[in-house]
């Protein structure tokens, strides 16, 4: 299967890095740092003067925030596994006995027998 190469557009390379600059600027706000400031206004610069540069810088970006999602899903994924499925499965293994009724009765045998004499009715909603 071959990847999709994707192009985009000098309008959307710009909303990208105008985005970028912006998030920037935000930071800088937050956390009062100068040079967050002096890379928003690099950003901005690269925007408006260089179509090839620009194009390059928001592909940079949009790579990188891709390899990011790969990894965070995962690490998501790993914490909901951790945190939440395993202490639910030990919790249910602890209290509850023969959930899936695997284990031998005390007749020796997994095979139960039913007497129930089907009707129409058992077929009406068979879920």
């Known amino acids: 299967m071959q990847k ?7 309008e ?6 105008i985005v970028l600059a912006s998030g920037l600027l935000v930071l800088f706000f ?3 740092l100068p040079w967050l400031s002096w890379i928003a206004l690099a950003v901005l610069a690269i925007a408006a003067f260089s179509d090839w540069l620009s194009a390059k810088v928001a592909w940079l970006w949009l790579k990188l925030a891709e390899i990011l999602g790969k990894i965070n899903s995962r690490i998501l994924l790993s914490l909901v596994f951790f945190v939440f499925l395993v202490p639910l499965a030990l919790l249910r293994r602890l209290f509850v006995r023969n ?8 007749s020796g045998t997994l095979y139960h027998t039913r ?5 129409a009715q058992d077929l009406q909603n068979p879920w």
């Open 4 to 10: 999709k190469i994707v192009s985009y557009t000098a």
């Open 12 to 17: 959307q390379n710009l909303r990208t890095l």
């Open 30 to 32: 937050v956390l009062h």
């Open 99 to 106: 959930a899936l009724d695997l284990k031998p009765s005390v």
């Open 115 to 119: 007497d129930h004499k089907y009707t």
